[in-house]
């Protein structure tokens, strides 16, 4: 079966988040790491104030530099920033474009991104030169522990 889906370009305006920040390697993240902080800022997101989309939990990814692994925030956005409860942080993404593409259940992770970049490869399009390397919208609902998941990712590019 052939898994293509429609990419489509949207650009966001900067977005205030709070949520839990985590940092390892590919290994530790599929491990298990990331998806301790997705559980556990699902099962916090009351503590958190002024929360804009109570459905949707945001999955923010990071490089380090020179380092081989990453740093994730699951976070939710905010229309402001207040309180920040404790062991939680605030981050802010600046207005950025991003080629979007939805992620249906049943479908290849590898092959999603797969598809997206060649798409941004194929319209001429670069990746944007920032720390953030992409994001995930994950329904707030879903499991961290899913071999199956469905989100919307979103990877920043230069117009």
Do not use: C
């Amino acid at each position: 079966m052939e898994q293509k889906n429609e990419a489509v370009l949207i650009t966001k305006e900067s977005f205030k988040a709070v949520g839990l920040k985590w940092a390892g390697t590919f290994a530790e993240a599929g491990a298990g790491g990331i998806r301790a902080v997705q559980t556990e800022i699902q099962n916090r997101v009351v503590e958190i104030k002024h929360v804009i989309d109570l459905e949707k939990l945001l999955g923010l990814s990071y490089h380090i530099n020179g380092e081989e692994g990453f740093t994730h925030y699951a976070v939710v956005e905010v229309d402001r920033v207040e309180d920040i409860p404790d062991g939680m942080m605030s981050i802010t993404l600046p207005t950025l474009t991003y080629a979007k593409y939805e992620h249906k259940k049943g479908q290849n992770i590898d092959t999603s991104y797969n598809n997206i970049n060649t798409w941004i490869e194929n319209q001429g399009y670069k990746l944007h030169k920032g720390d953030v390397t992409h994001f995930e919208v994950y329904p707030m609902h879903h499991d961290p522990y899913s071999k199956d998941p469905e989100f919307v990712a979103m990877i920043p590019i230069e117009t």
